[in-house]
């Protein structure tokens, strides 16, 4: 009886279960959910190709140079890049002169201490500083942007789907809005940005906004986007034509050790053939007739 009763409570039970799905299909059917604005209006990374690109891609110092200066002088005022040194410059081309110059001259001081006091103090920035943040805190920063924090910039190219594809998308994709959109106060429409509603405002507002030296290409709203995010991938990834260079060898390394055994395998284990046992010395079949025919004329008996 007991049993009875605990399989009709445990029938029960499912069949309440497999109710409760099937209506809910049923009024997802009838009446699917709304696609929400952001679903609808957000554009994913537009696609633009990069010198480091694929596996054999290599980084172009001129254009991370132009990047840099594009960070320097627009990106600078608002966002940090707290993983990277000055030193780090002289990977993209930097001299050891120009990167001290760099670190003398840039716009925000090192964060210090007083010697002589204790108190707190700033200094001018040698090549084993990181970049200063262009905030004392925080709070600083929130309060000067309208209560939204500036994210740091030095992983932003691994940390965002799309890498620098999605900078540039980004730095280009500001717009006014469409019919029906309402943009909050102090936020600006921009559709690659995940909510659609971003604090920052246009940072490339101008064609020349950054002066490149001569031989460089034209600084548009779009070179200097794509040239800034290029710099971005290689403040986050800065060992990457160093890991092409390591996968390389590693991979002929690799197709090197798989013909070799491949070779051993057709030589030594291939086919019943080689898989045989030889039979040799006394109990070589020749040899053993040949000791019988010996027996036989010398009218030795077994």
Request: charged content about 15%.
């Amino acid at each position: 009886m007991v049993r009875f009763l605990g399989f009709l409570a445990g029938l029960g039970f499912v069949a309440a279960v497999l109710w409760s799905l099937l209506w809910g299909v049923i009024a997802y059917v009838g009446s699917p959910p709304e696609q929400t604005e952001e679903a609808r209006l957000h554009e994913e990374p537009r696609s633009i190709s990069y010198s480091f690109d694929g596996p054999f891609g290599r980084y172009d110092p001129q254009q991370l140079q132009r990047g840099f200066q594009v960070f320097k002088e627009v990106c600078s005022a608002c966002h940090s890049l707290s993983q990277v040194a000055f030193r780090d410059l002289r990977q993209i081309g930097y001299s050891e002169a120009e990167v001290r110059a760099i670190a003398d001259q840039w716009q925000i001081q090192v964060p210090s201490i007083n010697p002589d006091t204790g108190e707190p103090a700033t200094r001018k920035a040698i090549p084993a500083d990181h970049f200063p943040s262009p905030y004392a805190n925080e709070t600083a920063a929130r309060q000067s942007n309208h209560n939204a924090l500036p994210p740091d910039l030095s992983l932003m190219a691994k940390a965002r789907e799309g890498g620098p594809a999605y900078i540039y998308s980004l730095l280009t994709g500001f717009r006014n809005p469409p019919p029906g959109h309402q943009v909050p106060p102090n936020l600006h429409y921009n559709p690659y940005f995940a909510n659609l509603n971003i604090a920052m405002p246009p940072p490339l507002t101008a064609d020349g906004q950054v002066t490149y030296a001569p031989g460089n290409p034209a600084p548009t709203r779009d070179q200097m986007a794509q040239d800034v995010s290029a710099f971005l991938m290689w403040a986050a990834e800065p060992n990457l034509q160093t890991r092409h260079h390591y996968g390389l060898v590693a991979l002929i390394f690799l197709i090197f050790v798989t013909v070799l055994g491949y070779m051993a395998y057709e030589n030594i284990w291939h086919g019943p053939t080689s898989r045989r046992v030889r039979e040799t010395g006394a109990l070589d079949p020749e040899n053993m007739a040949k000791n019988e025919d010996a027996k036989r004329e010398a009218g030795v008996a077994g």
